[in-house]
Nanobody, 126 residues
Framework: QVRLLESGGGSVQRGGSLRLSCAFS????????MGWFRQTPGKEREGVAA????????YYADAVKGRFTVSQDNNKNTLYLQMNSLLPEDTAMYYC???????????????????WGQGTQVTVSS
């Protein structure tokens, strides 16, 4: 059983930074993915960033490229999302996700993921 627990959310002003963490257990897939998704009320959950376990290849949504960085520390069993130059439109509930299914070509698709955390709120004010 894979367990995921996010932390690090909060409120920041435009241009600020936050680092989200996702402590995981039970994840031992050598060819799966771990990722970050976000959701605002009334909208579908969207993929933000992901990392492929096989070779640490990373994926980013166009809206966050150059501002967000996803990384994974297997020694600490933690997935990170460093978010810089935050914008009000980044305001959302952020979720950590994991999958052991083939994800190489769909790493930002929520349908690929079968394990989810409870989420952490990020609010960016202008």
């Amino acid at each position: 059983q894979v367990r995921l627990l996010e932390s690090g959310g909060g409120s920041v002003q435009r241009g600020g930074s936050l680092r989200l963490s996702c402590a995981f257990s039970g994840y031992g897939y050598v060819s799966g993915c771990m990722g970050w998704f976000r959701q605002t009320p009334g909208k579908e959950r969207e993929g933000v960033a992901a990392i492929y376990s096989g070779d640490d290849y990373t994926y980013y949504a166009d809206a966050v490229k150059g501002r967000f960085t996803v990384s994974q520390d297997n020694n600490k069993n933690t997935l990170y999302l460093q978010m810089n130059s935050l914008l009000p439109e980044d305001t959302a509930m952020y979720y950590c996700a994991a999958t052991g299914f083939y994800c190489r070509t769909q790493a930002l698709s929520r349908s690929v993921y079968n394990y989810w955390g409870q989420g952490t709120q990020v609010t960016v004010s202008s």
